[in-house]
């Protein structure tokens, strides 16, 4: 098993900025990719950024190509995500997520553990 465990949200005005991290624990050595995804009320969990383990192969939903960065701390076994220029839109609940088999990286259904979540607002 694997746990995750989501910090870093709040309220901010549109243009700021926000960091999610991402704590991983437990059986770790079975994770291939980490992920984040997000869900706005009445709306279906969207797919956000992914990362490898290693580091090397970083994927953005193009919403949010250019503002938003996924990086990784393997020594923490955390994934962060910097969020930049944030825009009302992006108010959404988000999930960090652990899959431990190749797949189709924007698919939630393709992860096999999940966060609490962690909300983020933006105000116009």
């Known amino acids: 098993q694997v746990q995750l465990v989501e910090s870093g949200g709040g309220l901010v005005q549109a243009g700021g900025s926000l960091r999610l991290s991402c704590v991983a624990s437990?059986?770790?050595?079975?994770?291939?990719?980490m992920g984040w995804f997000r869900q706005a009320p009445g709306k279906e969990r969207e797919f956000v950024a992914t990362?490898?383990?290693?580091?090397?192969?970083?994927y953005y939903a193009d919403s949010v190509k250019g503002r938003f960065t996924i990086s990784r701390d393997g020594a923490k076994n955390t994934v962060y995500l910097r969020m930049n220029s944030l825009k009302p839109e992006d108010t959404a609940v988000y999930y960090c997520?652990?899959?431990?088999?190749?797949?189709?990286?924007?698919?939630?259904?393709?992860?096999?553990?999940w966060g609490q979540g962690t909300q983020v607002t933006a105000s116009s």
């Open positions: 437990g059986r770790t050595f079975n994770i291939y990719n």
């Open positions: 990362i490898s383990t290693s580091g090397g192969v970083i």
């Open positions: 997520a652990a899959k431990t088999i190749r797949g189709i990286y924007w698919a939630a259904s393709s992860y096999d553990y």
